[in-house]
């Protein structure tokens, strides 16, 4: 048995097989071939297993993200089928006399290079589906997997690290837990794991290693420790571990339908946090009381191209419709720093998590914004609608957002395209400079949501995707909280609601605090709901109040 100790991410215990994931070589080997004859056989054949493979690729996507969503395999394809395409590809391999892999690459860039080129954004954003149909053709003619899972069975997945466009693209039936050799507890990839409520592993060294491949392993999120051909004495603990969790969520559920209130009456509204469309289903399942925070940035990583404003809406309307009248908090799309999407085109920033992200790409790129706001408010007849805006600073960047608003409410109503007169307008705190000036901010909003990841990050001065930061990123960091509770103090000065939409949301051990602090609600990764009602059902605030604000050095 090798024993291979971590941090924990997520907990629970996982048995299963392991699959390492090493990330392809994109360099393409260049070699002289005898026939050009036989190069472009061994082409089509290529170029038909594609169309294939998008065809189960676009079936299977109609039923997890609707038909709209799916359409890009159908581009995909086309282009497959694009004359001037094959026609280059075979008339390198003929001239050249080189092997097709080398053709489809040096195709593949004159093509990138020609749609970049172009005035019209929809065809300079095809340059990334260029790519990565030539990417699918290389792997084919290289005998490489694409999609970097090619396992029948559920595994444990190692990897060095994962992006979180790596992570989406994972078939989620397939993944039983993820240890990493890097990443951090507040990455979006944990966040992801969370969110999946899988057992995940960070910081696992020499955890990748290739002679791991399929041997039988048990992931145990609780100590962060991964142990590969486990031996019967480690199988047993691990066995009765994973029966006392299964124990331990069984009483959880006794809180369905019971209200997320103190022993003295404090109520606070109890959310989840998702990703897609898909996580509604653990929403509902762990009985939240509404969305707290909808990451909608993730549709545009799941995506390969901009999703329209159709696609957009479809997702909105279905989650919106989901959830009947709960309140459903979408924030507009948060992309920059980890969250990286090739065809946003960023120019490289040195120190992204401090650069054009989240509503500085919105408000550099209307059109951008304007496509999803049109969106959320074509949506919001569908159920009870909150918008909130990430990454805010100061309070110009409010006052241009609502302008934005008022425009696309003045278009809908002359295109006579109705949307609730209701829908509650908030920002995330998760700036310094906003928690500073919250007094300012509250008077134009109806809500706050702390996003206590990139509050912390910014306020200790300590980068969330650092696996060495360790102890310098102080989660409970005194700061930190005098932030949260001056937030909620200006906020409420003002009649703004504030909930807290970070990972800290969820930490069992600052529940108390947070009730003696007045936090409105909290949302949090869905399978924490009943954990956290727990809590909050067992607290007296008028009793622990004054302890836990002198322990935290809050007052
Ligand atoms: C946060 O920063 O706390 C937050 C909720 O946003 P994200 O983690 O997506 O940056
Ligand atoms: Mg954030």
Same mark, same amino acid.
């Given at each position: 048995?090798?024993?291979?100790?971590?941090?924990?991410?997520?907990?629970?215990?996982?048995?299963?097989? #392991?699959? #390492?994931?090493?990330?392809?070589?994109?360099?393409?080997?260049? =070699? /002289?071939?005898? @026939?050009?004859?036989?190069?472009? +056989?061994?082409?089509?054949?290529?170029?038909?297993?594609?169309?294939?493979?998008?065809?189960?690729?676009?079936?299977?996507?109609?039923?997890?993200?609707?038909?709209?969503?799916?359409?890009?395999?159908?581009?995909?394809?086309?282009?497959?089928?694009?004359?001037?395409?094959?026609?280059?590809?075979?008339?390198?391999?003929?001239?050249?006399?080189?092997?097709?892999?080398?053709?489809?690459?040096?195709?593949?860039?004159?093509?990138?290079?020609?749609?970049?080129?172009?005035?019209?954004?929809?065809?300079?954003?095809?340059?990334?589906?260029?790519?990565?149909?030539?990417?699918?053709?290389?792997?084919?003619? $290289?005998?490489?997997?694409?999609?970097?899972?090619?396992?029948?069975?559920?595994?444990?997945?190692?990897?060095?690290?994962?992006?979180?466009?790596?992570?989406?693209?994972?078939?989620?039936? &397939?993944?039983?837990?993820? #240890?990493?050799?890097?990443?951090?507890?507040?990455? /979006?990839? @944990?966040?992801?794991? %969370?969110?999946?409520?899988?057992?995940?592993?960070?910081?696992?060294?020499?955890?990748?290693?290739?002679?791991?491949?399929?041997?039988?392993?048990?992931?145990?999120?609780?100590?962060?420790?991964?142990?590969?051909?486990?031996?019967?004495? +480690?199988?047993?603990?691990? +066995?009765?571990?994973?029966?006392?969790?299964?124990?331990?969520?069984?009483?959880?559920?006794?809180?369905? !339908?019971?209200?997320?209130? +103190?022993?003295?009456?404090?109520?606070?509204?109890?959310?989840?946090?998702?990703?897609?469309?898909?996580?509604?289903?653990?929403?509902?399942?762990?009985?939240?009381? !509404?969305?707290?925070?909808?990451?909608?940035?993730?549709?545009?990583?799941?995506?390969?191209?901009?999703? @329209?404003?159709?696609?957009?809406?479809?997702?909105?309307?279905?989650?919106?419709?989901?959830?009947?009248?709960?309140?459903?908090?979408?924030?507009?799309?948060?992309?920059?720093?980890?969250?990286?999407?090739?065809?946003?085109?960023?120019?490289?920033?040195?120190?992204?998590?401090?650069?054009?992200?989240?509503?500085?790409?919105?408000?550099?790129?209307?059109?951008?914004?304007? #496509?999803?706001?049109?969106?959320?408010?074509?949506?919001?007849?569908?159920? %009870?609608?909150?918008?909130?805006?990430?990454?805010?600073?100061?309070?110009?960047?409010?006052? &241009?957002?609502?302008?934005?608003?008022?425009?696309?409410? /003045?278009?809908?109503?002359?295109?006579?395209?109705?949307?609730?007169?209701?829908?509650?307008?908030?920002?995330?705190?998760?700036?310094?400079?906003?928690?500073?000036?919250?007094?300012?901010?509250?008077? /134009?909003?109806?809500? =706050?949501?702390?996003?206590?990841?990139?509050?912390?990050?910014?306020?200790?001065?300590?980068?969330?995707?650092?696996?060495?930061?360790?102890?310098?990123?102080?989660?409970?960091?005194?700061?930190?909280?005098?932030?949260?509770?001056?937030?909620?103090?200006?906020?409420?000065?003002?009649?703004?609601?504030?909930?807290?939409?970070?990972?800290?949301?969820?930490?069992?051990?600052?529940?108390?605090?947070?009730?003696?602090?007045?936090?409105?609600?909290?949302?949090?990764?869905? $399978?924490?709901?009943?954990?956290? %009602?727990?809590?909050? %059902?067992?607290?007296?605030?008028?009793?622990? &109040?004054?302890?836990?604000?002198?322990?935290?050095?809050?007052?």
């Amino acid at each position: 048995m090798i024993t291979i100790s971590g941090k924990t991410v997520c907990t629970g215990v996982a048995f299963g097989p #392991v699959f #390492v994931f090493s990330r392809e070589e994109s360099t393409i080997k260049r =070699f /002289h071939i005898e @026939s050009s004859e036989a190069e472009i +056989t061994r082409f089509e054949k290529a170029r038909e297993q594609a169309i294939l493979e998008l065809d189960t690729l676009y079936n299977k996507a109609i039923g997890e993200v609707g038909e709209a969503n799916a359409m890009i395999f159908q581009i995909h394809q086309m282009m497959l089928e694009d004359l001037d395409y094959i026609e280059s590809i075979k008339n390198i391999i003929t001239d050249q006399l080189i092997n097709a892999e080398t053709a489809v690459g040096q195709t593949c860039d004159n093509f990138v290079q020609m749609f970049r080129a172009m005035d019209d954004d929809y065809m300079r954003e095809r340059s990334a589906d260029v790519k990565d149909v030539s990417e699918r053709l290389i792997k084919i003619l $290289s005998g490489k997997d694409k999609s970097g899972i090619i396992a029948d069975e559920p595994v444990i997945i190692i990897a060095d690290d994962l992006a979180p466009s790596e992570t989406v693209q994972f078939d989620k039936t &397939k993944i039983l837990a993820f #240890v990493t050799e890097g990443g951090s507890t507040s990455s /979006h990839t @944990s966040i992801l794991a %969370r969110m999946m409520n899988i057992p995940a592993v960070i910081g696992a060294k020499d955890a990748l290693n290739s002679s791991f491949n399929g041997k039988p392993a048990i992931a145990d999120g609780f100590t962060g420790t991964l142990y590969i051909d486990p031996d019967d004495q +480690t199988i047993a603990a691990m +066995t009765k571990k994973k029966q006392e969790i299964e124990k331990k969520t069984a009483l959880l559920q006794q809180l369905k !339908g019971q209200a997320s209130i +103190t022993k003295d009456g404090h109520k606070i509204e109890l959310c989840a946090n998702i990703g897609n469309i898909l996580d509604v289903g653990a929403v509902l399942k762990n009985d939240a009381e !509404g969305i707290g925070l909808f990451r909608s940035e993730f549709l545009y990583l799941e995506s390969e191209t901009y999703p @329209s404003e159709d696609i957009q809406f479809g997702a909105y309307k279905e989650v919106l419709s989901k959830m009947v009248n709960k309140r459903v908090i979408i924030r507009t799309l948060d992309i920059g720093a980890d969250k990286q999407v090739d065809y946003f085109n960023m120019p490289h920033e040195e120190n992204p998590a401090m650069g054009i992200r989240a509503i500085r790409i919105c408000l550099q790129r209307p059109d951008i914004f304007k #496509v999803q706001l049109r969106a959320l408010y074509r949506a919001s007849v569908f159920g %009870r609608l909150a918008i909130m805006f990430p990454m805010i600073a100061s309070e110009w960047e409010i006052l &241009k957002v609502l302008e934005i608003i008022d425009e696309v409410k /003045h278009e809908l109503d002359s295109e006579g395209i109705s949307y609730s007169k209701n829908i509650e307008l908030g920002c995330m705190i998760e700036t310094p400079a906003a928690a500073v000036i919250s007094d300012i901010l509250a008077k /134009h909003l109806d809500f =706050f949501s702390i996003g206590t990841n990139d509050l912390t990050q910014y306020t200790l001065a300590a980068d969330r995707q650092n696996p060495d930061i360790g102890e310098f990123c102080d989660t409970h960091h005194t700061a930190v909280l005098r932030l949260i509770n001056m937030i909620v103090k200006n906020a409420h000065a003002n009649g703004t609601w504030v909930g807290i939409c970070g990972e800290l949301g969820a930490d069992i051990e600052l529940t108390e605090a947070f009730l003696a602090i007045g936090i409105d609600e909290l949302s949090v990764t869905p $399978s924490a709901v009943l954990t956290i %009602r727990k809590k909050v %059902r067992e607290t007296n605030v008028s009793e622990i &109040k004054d302890n836990v604000l002198k322990k935290y050095l809050i007052q």
